[in-house]
Each structure stands twice: as structure tokens, then as C-alpha cells.
């Protein structure tokens, strides 16, 4: 039986343990990485008074730790930012409505890069989220930008190796550009109209750079990804991964929203309900065709299995038992975190000998693209993806070789038949068919 306290919202990195009376006593416990890294905030015992506990986490703990974190640059930022201030903004974006709208993930991805937009110190040693936002000009973003845009390190020989991390630094312009768009919708007199973050050209990749794709597994690849899964021990990543290839669903949706409620639910026994939370949009895949037959029998036995075992919740859990949990517990973690599956993801790409740049999300590709090369048209793509614009296909289907041959078919068949109607002597010389 839970108590009161059992269901409260806890500060970062505080555990809550039940003791033998029956109460509740917080901890905390500074993580892993930053125990490696000499964090010198150690962990504490916070006693059994959850209010007292949370003020003393959020007063004293988590600020000294933001600032070791942060090397200083969080002892900069005021409790409550100055009106019109780029603090200020990102305050208003957070707490409005649009940003409710917006999937965990992505709000992660908006914090990050909002953070290193305003924890930027300029020449003056001042930070540019201190700055008000009238006297923001495109000119002082770009140059923001292009500090941004490269990373400076010493390595063991004393040497200044500069990095770029172009990507991060773009999603940095995004989040700022959407957090000034709602900012100015919400305080109209006092954000600027023209949005200095708009519009900036961005560039996915350096001059010069090749594009580089996701790499797209192959129907052999997941088939011996499978089975070796199934050899390690890892059943549900087995069917994860055939799941994905199938119904196109994306990795953190997968482990993060797809419920066995949603497989065969009483009122629609004959099909799968699909969510896509990053977009909004759901689908409803039947499974099975006009005669009866299964459409995907292989995954359908898989999913009743685990339907047998499963009442409610995720139902892609760890196979392994967890020594904090009576139950088995999700892949993905309570901080929307999946750094372990992918972890063992690798671990089984390894064993089967596969290509070591595939990944989870290579065989919702691999799935995209064997939809292309069946002849399946752009809307049937864009429905089973849920995607709502044709411009975002190549992305996920691959331009593949039998489609290239497909192409190059359908342009002679259209010019010769173009010849025919014309009339015209042009289509029996045309250096694409060889004389005899």
C-alpha cells in the first residue's frame, strides 16, 4: 500500500527508500558520472520530511552541484531573470502552453540548447541570457552562433584542438527561435516583432562535408539481429526491432508509448493502434487482409505472448529482472533515457557480426525502404509513417538500386510512348535504345 508521500514528485537525483517503521526517508545521491568526475558534493541522508528534504535539495544541494556542473556560469544567473531579458524568455516559452505540446524529447533537446545559448559568456564576462532581448540584433546572434558553432580543447601535448558540433549548435538556433515566436505571441508589447533568430541559413553540414545518412539495415540484417537476440537473451528487442520494421514506429515510441493495450484491444481485435507522439498522429494498422490472413504472423505471435503476460503498461520490458524491482522494468527509464538499450542494441550488432554503424532506428529505415521498393506509393509511405509531408521520405526510404533501375524503366516507357503519339521518327534513333 502506498502512502501520501509514495506518490510525490521528487527533485533531481533524490531517492526515495521505505524504512522498516513504514515511513518514507529521501537520499541524495549524486550520479555516477559525476562521482567519476570528483564531484566534491557527496551523498546525504535528507531524514524522513519530504518538505524538508525537497527545500534543502532545492535550496543548497542541487544549486552547489548545478554550479560544480557548470564550472560557475548557474552562480551567474539571478533567482528570478530580468524582465526582457533572453532569461527571461526562455522563463515564458517554458511555462506556456505550446511547450506543454511538445513531447519529452524535444523539450529535452529546447532546454539544452537554450541553456548554451544563454550560458554563453561574452567578451564584457557577462552571459548572454543577461542581455535584453530589444537590443538583440541578427548581427550579435550570428557572431553568438559562430562561437557556438566551435568547441576548443588542449589535448596531452598541450595542443588547441578545435571541434565543430555544428548540429548542436543549429538545434541551439532552433530552440531560441521557437522560444522567441512564443514568447513574442504571449508578451506582444514587450518581445520585438522581428525575431533575430529567424531565418539564419542554416547549414546541416560543413562545406565540403558528404550528407551523412542514418545507416539502413537490410531484411538478412535484422533477421540475424533477431536471432541472435533471441540468443542472448534478449527476446524483446527481437520483436522491438521486427515491430519497428513493420509498422514504422520510431525507437522512443516503441519502448515509451507503445502500450499492449494497444494490440488488439477488445474493440478492435483485428488491428494494432500505432501512436507517433512527436507528431501527434496515430494509425490503425489491420492485421489482417479481406480473407482472414494474418498480414504479419510472425510479430502477431510474438505480441500475443507477450499480451498473455502483460495485463497493462509498456510492453517492451527489460527480459532481465531488475535487483530494485519486484517486476520487470521498461527499457526506456523514468527520464525518457534510453543510453542502455542502445548500449545492448551494439552489444547484439557485435555478436551477429553485423555492421557496426547500424542501430535501432536503422531498421525503421530499412522498413521505409523496402516499402519504396515494393512500388508503394508516396501516400501509402506518408500513411504508414504518419509523416505529413512527401519532402520527408528520402530521409527515411533510401534510393536504393532497384528503384533507380525502376525509375530509369518508367522514363523510357513514357518517352517512347510520347514518340509514338507524335508521330515522330526521333524515337526509333534515341542513343537510349542501342541499334541492333
Not at 509514495?6 to 515511513?23: D, E, F, H, I, N
Not at 555516477?32 to 535539495?57: H, K, Y
Not at 528487442?237 to 494490440?263: D, K, P, S, V
Request: charged residues 30%; hydrophobic residues 40%.
Amino acid at each position: 500500500m502506498k502512502t501520501a508521500g509514495s506518490s510525490l514528485a521528487l527533485p533531481r537525483y533524490c531517492r526515495r527508500k521505505m524504512l522498516k517503521s513504514g515511513r518514507w526517508a529521501y537520499f541524495f545521491e549524486p550520479p555516477t558520472w559525476a562521482r567519476n568526475q570528483n564531484c566534491p558534493i557527496r551523498a546525504e541522508a535528507l531524514g524522513d520530511d519530504f518538505s524538508a528534504a525537497v527545500e534543502r535539495m532545492e535550496k543548497v544541494l542541487l544549486p552547489t552541484f548545478d554550479s560544480w556542473l557548470s564550472k560557475g556560469l548557474t552562480d551567474m544567473v539571478p533567482t528570478s531573470p530580468a524582465p526582457g531579458t533572453f532569461d527571461w524568455l526562455a522563463g515564458i516559452f517554458r511555462a506556456h502552453q505550446k511547450w506543454r505540446e511538445i513531447d519529452f524529447k524535444t523539450q529535452r533537446l529546447y532546454d539544452q540548447g537554450l541553456a548554451l545559448f544563454a550560458n554563453h559568456e561574452l567578451k564584457d564576462g557577462s552571459r548572454a541570457g543577461s542581455k535584453q532581448i530589444a537590443d538583440f540584433t541578427k548581427g550579435f546572434v550570428d557572431a553568438v552562433y559562430a562561437k557556438l558553432l566551435i568547441v576548443e580543447r588542449t589535448d596531452p601535448d598541450g595542443k588547441i584542438v578545435k571541434r565543430e558540433r555544428r548540429r548542436f549548435a543549429n538545434a541551439a538556433m532552433t530552440a531560441c527561435r521557437r522560444a522567441w515566436f512564443v514568447g513574442q505571441r504571449a508578451q506582444e508589447t514587450k518581445v520585438p516583432a522581428v525575431n533575430p533568430f529567424s531565418r539564419m541559413g542554416l547549414k546541416s553540414r560543413a562545406p565540403g562535408h558528404a550528407i551523412r545518412e542514418t545507416p539502413t539495415a537490410t531484411w538478412d540484417e535484422i533477421v540475424a539481429f533477431r536471432r541472435h537476440a533471441n540468443r542472448l537473451g534478449y527476446c524483446s528487442i527481437g520483436t522491438a526491432a521486427l515491430l519497428t520494421w513493420e509498422w514504422l514506429q520510431r525507437e522512443e515510441h516503441i519502448f515509451g508509448a507503445f502500450e499492449i493495450e494497444h494490440y488488439r484491444p477488445k474493440e478492435r481485435p483485428d488491428s494494432v493502434r500505432i501512436v507517433h507522439p512527436k507528431n501527434r498522429e496515430e494509425a490503425w494498422w489491420p492485421l489482417f487482409d479481406e480473407t482472414g490472413e494474418a498480414l504479419f504472423p510472425e510479430l502477431m505471435a510474438e505480441l500475443d505472448a507477450i499480451k498473455c503476460s502483460l495485463d497493462s503498461g509498456l510492453a517492451f520490458r527489460r527480459d532481465h529482472a531488475h535487483r530494485k524491482s519486484p517486476t520487470q522494468l521498461p527499457w526506456i527509464t523514468e527520464r525518457k533515457d534510453l543510453r542502455y538499450l542502445r548500449c545492448v542494441v551494439k552489444k547484439i550488432v557485435v555478436a551477429a557480426g553485423l555492421r557496426s554503424e547500424l542501430s535501432f532506428t536503422s531498421f525503421r529505415h530499412g522498413g521505409f525502404t523496402e516499402g519504396a521498393d515494393s512500388d508503394l506509393t508516396d501516400a501509402e509511405l506518408r500513411t504508414a509513417g504518419r509523416h505529413r509531408s512527401r519532402q520527408q521520405l528520402p530521409t527515411y526510404a533510401k534510393r536504393t538500386r532497384k528503384q533507380l533501375i525502376a525509375a530509369a524503366k518508367k522514363r523510357r516507357e513514357e518517352r517512347t510512348r510520347a514518340a509514338v503519339l507524335s508521330g515522330s521518327a526521333l524515337a526509333f534513333h534515341s542513343p537510349l535504345v542501342p541499334n541492333n
